[in-house]
């Protein structure tokens, strides 16, 4: 796009600023309501269940039936909430969920009433560094409502989140960097025209993957959905919130994920340009048709987040934060290295497109080879210490050592002689079996005896 085509916004009509402002809004609610919907019934299909059937057709309506629910519970505020903060903490989540996609382009320009516009709400320079600080503020309010919440388990749940966010944030930020050396701008659109002869998910491939496993952590959603972990938080950092404030973290957790699928549609998948063979039609590329290639991408991607949440388990916290700063963030490192090489070598020096395409998947493969063998000899020298944290334990145990009667640790065993041996003169030693907890299923409890 040149300089003379970003002047096709901001001079919209102030009716086509709130046509297009209302229409995002109610797409986003409705996309809202069908992704809740679709989950559900994708979720149950997996697990061998119905799923929501009853209310509309096929179960359509349910999920605008539960809002309705929600909206008419009961609110329950803590006595100990902080109540200013209690009460904005969910509408700054619901807020920029919605702020984020004021920059996300749904296809070319069309003419709306008579007035041609594009089917973008506003672009700018650096329109991708905006849905970085809009997401980067959204965190605030999960933050803000585990503090204000007064409770211990919301408080860890907004720890979490933040720390999460934070983490994942830094490796999403760095594989929007090839995309911008490749682009040659930070503009929404003109990234969208730039793919036009080749996506970006195939030439940046590793920036591609490394944006999708992101974008899980940062949507907190399964694997990744640590600051919501209802069997060690109760639900995480919305768990004192109800009615319709719990309506509204709802609301922004999806449309969140909305973001983001538009966000990879955008800046690797061509945005709203017509996949190919549809790329074959002479008219796939103009009019009201792209806006339609354009859903179709970004459902795909939330299929995918049902997907990962009905097939994947939940991982160990330390697992996720090691897997983002210790592979996530030097892969993104080392791979925007790799692509500066190729940008310079072919302005500079006289190698075709092909040739620095092999280079580099040459060098990646090198790489994970070399990440592959340090991870071996890593897995290696655990397997030595546990073998001998095994010897060590299978040593004999003396309790009385520290001159101080002291139980066995697991796996730990000790011989001991009586009181009544002792009493009689005699020596004999008896081993003290180790019970593991695999053993104690059939052990009866002596207060359920007593009280049955």
């Known amino acids: 796009m040149s300089d003379s085509q970003f002047g096709l916004f901001g001079v919209d009509p102030w009716w086509l600023v709130l046509l297009k402002v209302l229409a995002i809004f109610v797409m986003l609610v409705l996309l809202t309501l069908f992704t809740i919907w679709w989950e559900r019934r994708v979720v149950s299909r997996m697990q061998n269940r119905i799923g929501p059937n009853r209310v509309g057709p096929q179960g359509l309506l349910q999920s605008l039936m539960d809002g309705i629910k929600l909206a008419l519970k009961e609110e329950i505020i803590p006595k100990s909430a902080h109540v200013a903060v209690y009460w904005l903490a969910p509408v700054i989540s619901a807020t920029m969920a919605f702020l984020a996609f004021a920059v996300i382009p749904f296809g070319p320009e069309v003419s709306i009433f008579g007035v041609m516009t594009p089917l973008q709400l506003t672009d700018f320079p650096v329109s991708v560094l905006y849905v970085l600080a809009i997401a980067s503020i959204g965190i605030y309010g999960i933050v803000l409502g585990g503090w204000a919440s007064g409770s211990t388990y919301p408080l860890l749940g907004g720890l979490r989140s933040s720390a999460q966010m934070i983490s994942y944030e830094i490796a999403m930020g760095l594989s929007f960097v090839a995309v911008f050396l490749y682009a040659g701008s930070m503009s929404t659109s003109e990234i969208v025209i730039a793919q036009e ?256």
């Open 197 to 452: 002869p080749i996506w970006f998910a195939v030439i940046l491939l590793p920036s591609f993957l490394i944006y999708c496993t992101a974008m899980v952590g940062e949507t907190n959603r399964a694997p990744f959905d640590l600051p919501e972990a209802e069997g060690e938080l109760v639900g995480g950092f919305h768990t004192e919130y109800s009615s319709l404030k719990f309506a509204l973290f709802f609301l922004a957790e999806y449309i969140n994920m909305v973001t983001v699928s538009a966000m990879a549609v955008t800046l690797f998948l061509g945005g709203y340009l017509a996949p190919w063979p549809l790329s074959l039609w002479a008219d796939a590329n103009s009019g009201w048709w792209p806006m339609l290639w354009w859903l179709l991408k970004v459902q795909i991607f939330i299929f995918i987040f049902i997907w990962l949440r009905g097939t994947l388990p939940r991982m160990r916290y330390d697992q996720f934060m090691r897997f983002g700063w210790k592979v996530l963030i030097p892969v993104s490192i080392g791979w925007i290295m790799v692509v500066s090489v190729a940008r310079l070598l072919r302005e500079d020096v006289s190698f075709s497109t092909t040739e620095i395409l092999i280079a580099g998947a040459v060098l990646i493969v090198l790489l994970l080879l070399a990440s592959w063998i340090v991870q071996s000899r890593q897995d290696r020298r655990q397997r030595a210490q546990d073998e001998a944290d095994e010897a060590a334990a299978a040593a004999p145990f003396d309790p009385l050592e520290s001159g101080f009667p002291v139980p066995p640790m697991p796996g730990q065993s000790f011989s001991y002689t009586s009181r009544r041996a002792a009493a009689a003169g005699t020596t004999v030693v008896q081993e003290q079996p180790v019970i593991t907890a695999s053993d104690t299923s059939g052990i009866d409890d002596p207060e359920e005896d007593r009280n049955g």
